[in-house]
């Protein structure tokens, strides 16, 4: 059985517009895919229209076997519980500490009244520690998230979607508000992450050379199409010309391991991603 399988997928706005115009996927492994393309291609769209954040006009969308769009309100609370998102903006609560914010990716699992008291299960609190120490914020469960740069802010994100362990990560421009290290750190962390609990992840990214060294599959849209699916190394000048235009990509393409000397603190190599051997500094 696929992880996720999406067949013939349209999403048309008032007037006319298709946003997704028979998107056809199919996840049959825990792989990391990268979704390229223009602005306006329908790279968002896909990505929220799998949790119903945008509610698709026709088409299937199946995860472990489960149609999606066809739930109701209830149901569906219980599908995004195994969906975790990752979101550009962070979309954290600013006034709550971190501990809290990673905690609340625990709200489809506990009752209202625990939610509502704070009061989560020891075990609970004891993986958000865990994951906290992972992505790099061990000592910060305490501070405020409106104390954090963007940078850790997206690993309380992160640290947020797993703890729901989901199905399926859905991850949304991770790194647009980032600079380009902090952008490295951040994809090679996703990646990590998924491919250590063998979680499928959908990555919507601009960065084609960052989608070339962290992803194992690349889809890319236009016009609401999907013109490429297939390993990051076919993606081609000609290739890349038909997703976006005519363009010198002789500069843009990924070529070997040309990634950031980053060092790794911990002395372990844990995944070995397009050439990149080792985990980044995660520390700001």
Same mark, same amino acid.
């Given at each position: 059985?696929?992880?996720?399988?999406?067949?013939?997928?349209?999403?048309?706005?008032?007037?006319?517009?298709?946003?997704?115009?028979?998107?056809? #996927?199919?996840?049959?492994?825990?792989? @990391?895919?990268?979704?390229?393309?223009?602005?306006?291609?329908?790279?968002?769209?896909?990505?929220?229209?799998?949790?119903?954040?945008?509610?698709?006009?026709? %088409?299937?969308?199946?995860?472990?076997?489960?149609?999606?769009?066809?739930?109701?309100?209830? /149901? #569906?609370? %219980?599908?995004?519980?195994?969906?975790?998102?990752?979101?550009?903006?962070?979309?954290? @609560?600013?006034?709550?500490?971190?501990?809290?914010?990673?905690?609340?990716?625990?709200? %489809? /699992?506990?009752?209202?009244?625990?939610?509502?008291?704070?009061?989560?299960?020891?075990?609970?609190?004891?993986?958000?520690?865990?994951?906290?120490?992972?992505?790099?914020?061990?000592?910060?469960?305490?501070?405020? /998230?409106?104390?954090?740069?963007?940078?850790?802010?997206?690993?309380?994100?992160?640290?947020?979607?797993?703890?729901?362990? !989901?199905?399926?990560?859905?991850?949304?421009?991770?790194?647009?508000?980032?600079?380009?290290?902090?952008?490295?750190?951040i994809m090679r962390l996703i990646v990590e992450l998924a491919h250590e609990r063998d979680t499928p992840a959908l990555v919507n990214i601009?960065? @084609?050379?960052?989608?070339?060294?962290?992803s194992d599959r690349v889809i890319a849209l236009k016009d609401g199409r999907m013109v490429f699916d297939g390993a990051p190394d076919g993606?081609? !000048?000609? @290739?890349?010309?038909?997703?976006? %235009?005519?363009?010198?990509?002789?500069?843009?393409?990924?070529?070997?391991?040309?990634?950031?000397?980053d060092n790794d603190n911990t002395g372990k190599s844990t995944l070995n991603i397009a050439g990149i051997i080792g985990r980044a500094v995660? /520390?700001?």
């Amino acid at each position: 059985m696929a992880m996720l399988e999406i067949t013939d997928l349209i999403k048309e706005y008032p007037g006319g517009l298709r946003a997704l115009d028979g998107v056809s #996927l199919t996840v049959s492994e825990p792989q @990391v895919v990268a979704v390229i393309g223009s602005s306006g291609a329908g790279k968002s769209t896909l990505i929220r229209c799998i949790n119903r954040l945008v509610e698709p006009t026709s %088409g299937s969308i199946k995860l472990g076997g489960q149609e999606l769009t066809s739930l109701n309100r209830r /149901a #569906l609370r %219980g599908a995004r519980s195994r969906i975790g998102m990752i979101f550009q903006e962070y979309n954290l @609560v600013e006034r709550l500490t971190v501990m809290e914010n990673v905690l609340s990716g625990r709200l %489809g /699992a506990v009752s209202f009244w625990q939610a509502f008291r704070r009061n989560y299960p020891a075990d609970d609190v004891a993986a958000a520690f865990e994951l906290l120490d992972r992505v790099g914020l061990e000592g910060r469960h305490d501070t405020r /998230a409106d104390a954090l740069s963007g940078g850790q802010r997206q690993r309380v994100g992160i640290a947020r979607a797993l703890m729901q362990k !989901p199905d399926l990560l859905l991850v949304d421009e991770p790194t647009a508000s980032l600079d380009p290290k902090t952008s490295r750190q951040i994809m090679r962390l996703i990646v990590e992450l998924a491919h250590e609990r063998d979680t499928p992840a959908l990555v919507n990214i601009h960065d @084609v050379a960052l989608a070339q060294a962290s992803s194992d599959r690349v889809i890319a849209l236009k016009d609401g199409r999907m013109v490429f699916d297939g390993a990051p190394d076919g993606l081609t !000048p000609d @290739v890349l010309n038909d997703i976006y %235009g005519e363009e010198d990509w002789n500069a843009t393409i990924r070529k070997g391991d040309d990634d950031d000397d980053d060092n790794d603190n911990t002395g372990k190599s844990t995944l070995n991603i397009a050439g990149i051997i080792g985990r980044a500094v995660i /520390a700001e």
